[in-house]
């Protein structure tokens, strides 16, 4: 009774007394798993990158095996929305630090271990590749494409084992990485963002997916920070109704007034300037723009025309999805006129929001009501307008807030596996390592762990190879230094401050990690520096440890709406309509922002073989911080 007393107490308020340290018995771990293992074990010194769903699992199960010498690194805090699988968190901890509340939980399972917490993002310059070298194994409980390829360069530079994990909904995955033994994270293609054009987005929407970007971008440009890619007002320069642009352009009487206005001032600007007013911001949206795009007769040839609505007098419409036998608010249909309502109170209340804020910012949260309220009345509107079915709030909200299911059971699954891959490494016992695929359903030989081998490293992978290099096609005459830094050398190729010299003999540089070196190439054309056609260029990440030499092609013929293309790239897969709408609740499923980035569909992601497809996404994997419903 008195130790159970001292594991309550420890547990409960993570305060560490003598006689709960003093009663930790390590001698059943040692029987367990051997001398040799027991003390390597507790003689190695590990790095945990993420405290979230895997992650708590995760540190949990490292405690209570043994492990003594653990560093945790996480930028996040705790939400409410973690606290249903995040099981080392509890309501009192919402808004403290993932990394330090997690080692205080973790301390009460096991009070010798000693623990550090990191509250920083693993990108800092400080967790440089002497950082990493200090670890005998690193372990990846994180939940995005972006760190997961940067720790993995981190531990090619350290030559530090790292063991990779994932899960999607009831699929997880496993996987060992170590420098020239095994592929890396960034062997295998992944595929590029599933983007939707501009003019489809904002004139001729045919899916539900199509008006909650809208709406989306809508946000943004009301409330948030304003992209000019992301414009909602109706497209001009759409070439398939360039026919009808003459009379376009001459505009009706209703949409002479909004249309016109918020051209030369800009959408924000207009929406101060009359303060938010619902009825002349539904009008300007839901009947002005639309009578606008009809005079664009060419894109209604073969379309169903849109049809504008009326503020002051909305159809009485009670169409058959609307009629939900379920109690749940938040999976009925709303009617045009509480779609209205809603817009009109998120409106006031987002700007009130807006106007606290420091910055005069917002930012779109899935798990802010309001936020979440104003996308979904507008999308619902929108559909509305161009014959579209309509979605709930649940279906919205898990197509907005890119969503598939996280199970609090697949990560204690996976939790366990990468504990047991450990094992192996610490043993030297590499090659017996194993990525392991948790599937939804038992496989022909009824087992739902399905182990596979562990591929080669690719020659041409662009990371680990011996001389890493990529191609891209883009066209010299109007992408910018700017975009090659951000949308090709930082988002697609993971680095972080890189430095770029072009090989023409002269060493000219054209990015400069240094702040100030060379800010003022950034609008200008790469064109201009002398980058053509068959270019070559030397992008350093000094951070990463990490050279990358880019082969420049030049094209003038590329697809609408893409900027660039790299060699070997593989396409998304296309979204369904209706398949985010039958999901079940909610973690991170397909694109829905034209300009950001994809996570795959859970089924293609961690889809298991026997022999693996090299168009696999090892490991990136939606993890877990939505909210679950755990039956």
């Known amino acids: 009774m008195a130790e159970k007393f001292a594991f309550d107490h420890c547990l409960s308020g993570h305060t560490f007394c003598f006689e709960s340290r003093k009663q930790f018995n390590m001698e059943p771990l040692k029987e367990t798993l051997g001398d040799n293992l027991h003390s390597a074990v507790t003689g190695c010194k590990l790095l945990m990158v993420g405290a979230g769903g895997i992650g708590c699992e995760l540190l949990k199960n490292l405690v209570l095996s043994g492990f003594i010498n653990i560093d945790v690194i996480d930028l996040d805090t705790i939400d409410v929305s973690n606290l249903n699988r995040q099981f080392l968190f509890q309501r009192r901890h919402v808004g403290k630090p993932k990394a330090e509340v997690a080692r205080d939980s973790a301390l009460a399972f096991n009070p010798r271990a000693s623990i550090t917490a990191h509250h920083a993002s693993v990108f800092n310059s400080e967790y440089n590749t002497n950082f990493f070298k200090q670890f005998t194994v690193v372990l990846n409980a994180l939940d995005n494409k972006a760190a997961r390829s940067h720790v993995n360069r981190m531990c090619l530079a350290a030559d530090v084992p790292l063991v990779e994990s994932g899960t999607a909904g009831y699929l997880g995955q496993v996987t060992v990485i170590k420098k020239g033994v095994t592929e890396c994270y960034d062997c295998l293609p992944k595929p590029t963002a599933k983007t939707f054009p501009g003019c489809t987005i904002r004139n001729t929407p045919s899916e539900p997916i199509h008006c909650i970007v809208w709406a989306k971008h809508l946000f943004n440009q009301l409330f948030g ?3 000019a890619d992301n414009e909602v007002a109706p497209d001009m320069t759409d070439p398939e109704a360039a026919e009808s642009s ?25 929406a101060e300037s009359v303060d938010y007013d619902p009825a002349k911001i539904f009008t300007k949206l839901f009947h002005d723009d639309v009578l606008y795009l009809l005079t664009m007769e060419n894109l209604w040839k073969k379309r169903r025309p849109p049809t504008p609505l009326d503020f002051h007098s909305l159809p009485d419409d009670s169409p058959a999805e609307s009629t939900s036998s379920s109690n749940l608010r938040d999976q009925q249909m709303w009617t045009l006129q509480h779609a209205t309502d809603v817009l009109s109170r998120t409106l006031q209340a987002l700007k009130v929001a807006r106007s606290r804020r420091e910055d005069k910012q917002l930012v ?9 309220d104003f ?13 579209i079915r309509r979605k709930s709030r649940f279906e919205v909200k898990a197509m907005a807030g890119n969503i598939i299911p996280a199970i609090a059971t697949t990560n204690a699954v996976i939790a366990g596996l990468v504990v047991m891959e450990a094992f192996k490494i610490l043993m030297g016992r590499i090659s017996e390592c194993k990525t392991i695929y948790l599937n939804k359903q038992p496989n022909f030989r009824k087992k739902l ?8 490293p690719d020659p041409k992978c662009y990371v680990c190879s011996s001389r890493p290099e990529v191609t891209v096609t883009v066209n010299v005459n109007t992408f910018t230094v700017k975009a090659l830094e951000d949308r090709i050398l930082k988002e697609r190729f993971g680095m972080v401050a890189p430095d770029v010299e072009i090989q023409d003999g002269k060493g000219t540089i054209v990015i400069s990690s240094e702040e100030g070196e060379t800010e003022a190439n950034g609008p200008r054309p790469v064109g201009v ?7 070559r260029l030397t992008a350093d990440d000094f951070l990463q440890n990490y050279q990358l ?9 590329l697809a609408p709406d893409v900027d660039f ?15 985010a709408a039958s999901a079940a609740p909610v973690s991170e499923d397909i694109t829905v922002t034209a300009a950001g980035s994809v996570k795959r569909r859970a089924s293609e992601e961690l889809a298991p073989s026997a022999k693996r497809s090299r168009g696999d996404d090892n490991g990136v994997v939606t993890v877990d911080d939505d909210i679950q419903v755990i039956s």
């Open 225 to 227: 920070e304003v992209d």
């Open 246 to 270: 003459a009379v376009a352009t001459e505009g009706t009487a209703s949409d002479s007034t909004a249309s016109k206005t918020t051209e030369s001032c800009g959408t924000r600007e207009w």
């Open 364 to 372: 779109w949260d899935k798990d802010d009501e309001e936020s979440m």
């Open 375 to 387: 996308v979904t009345a507008v999308a619902n509107l929108r559909s509305f307008v161009f014959g």
């Open 449 to 456: 762990l399905t182990p596979c081998n562990l591929e080669s």
């Open 529 to 535: 520096f002398g980058i053509v056609d068959g270019s």
């Open 549 to 557: 030499v880019v082969n420049v092609q030049h094209s003038d013929k």
């Open 565 to 579: 293309v790299v060699e070997g790239d593989i396409p998304a897969p296309e979204p369904e309509a209706e398949e």
